[in-house]
């Protein structure tokens, strides 16, 4: 049944990657292909399948949204996974994003403040036999340090940086948040140096708001 649905949504998927992600200049092929293979319509509400593969980002539930497509392929690119690569990600969401990394880099570990989101995510996730992920509910700021250092942190949330993603690097480590406030967020791009770091800024977006805390709910 669902590898059926899967075949079934191909079509939309190939325009999605063809019309919104190669003609805005994703050009990582390992990228295009994640997007090409996980099935965005699973993870979200099935009243929504049929507007999965839209250019738009679409809610996922207490507020939160997944991302449109093209944000989670041009933030994937950013990362320049090579496929070894131990990634933090502060947002799971749905875990579409999650499932897109987890097919470029050897493993994923996605923390979530909402708890039904959490939840939701674990089920997508099992659903779409993704192995290479571990999940946890938690307040992302305080990064996940029993498997730091890492080699990349992606945050799907807007807001500033808390100074442990840093620490929670490896030298020559990336991270890349959507920075800034009210919902004007700039894509930032810093790589931890041996001394300090050094920073790249790209597009401008609007992402939910990186929030303190955890929800039990
Ligand atoms: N990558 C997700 C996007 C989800 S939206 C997807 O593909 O679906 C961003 C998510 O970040 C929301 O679910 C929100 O609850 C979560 N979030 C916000 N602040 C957080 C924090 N401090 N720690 C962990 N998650 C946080």
Redesign the pocket.
């Known amino acids: 049944m669902q590898s059926h649905t899967i075949l079934a949504n191909e079509r939309p998927r190939q325009r999605m990657v063809s019309e919104q992600l190669i003609a805005r200049g994703v050009t990582d092929q390992r990228v295009l292909d994640a997007m090409l293979s996980v099935p965005r319509h699973l993870?979200v509400d099935s009243a929504l399948a049929s507007r999965a593969y839209h250019d738009c980002a679409l809610p996922?539930g207490?507020g939160?949204?997944?991302?449109q497509p093209y944000m989670?392929a041009r933030m994937s690119q950013l990362l320049e996974l090579q496929g070894q690569e131990r990634v933090l990600?502060?947002?799971?969401?749905?875990?579409?994003?999650?499932a897109v990394l987890s097919r470029l880099c050897r493993r994923v570990y996605s923390?979530?403040?909402?708890e039904s989101?959490h939840e939701r995510?674990r089920k997508n996730l099992r659903a779409a036999r993704h192995a290479n992920v571990m999940l946890k509910c938690?307040?992302?700021?305080l990064g996940w340090e029993e498997y730091a250092p890492y080699d990349a942190i992606i945050v799907?949330?807007g807001?500033f940086a808390s100074d442990v993603w840093l620490e929670q690097l490896k030298p020559g480590g990336v991270l890349l948040l959507p920075e800034g406030e009210g919902g004007v967020h700039r894509l930032v791009k810093r790589r931890k140096l041996n001394n300090g770091y050094s920073e790249e800024y790209f597009d401008a977006c609007t992402?939910?708001?990186?929030?303190?805390?955890v929800?039990h709910y």
């Not at 939160?64 to 991302?67: F, G, H, W």
């Not at 923390?111 to 909402?114: D, K, P």
């Not at 992402?207 to 805390?213: N, Q």
Request: some cysteine; proline content about 3%; charged content about 15%.
């Open positions: 993870f996922i207490s939160q949204t997944i991302s989670v990600e502060i947002g799971t969401g749905c875990g579409y994003q999650t923390i979530e403040r909402i989101l995510a938690a307040d992302g700021r799907t949330a807001g992402f939910v708001p990186l929030l303190e805390g929800n």
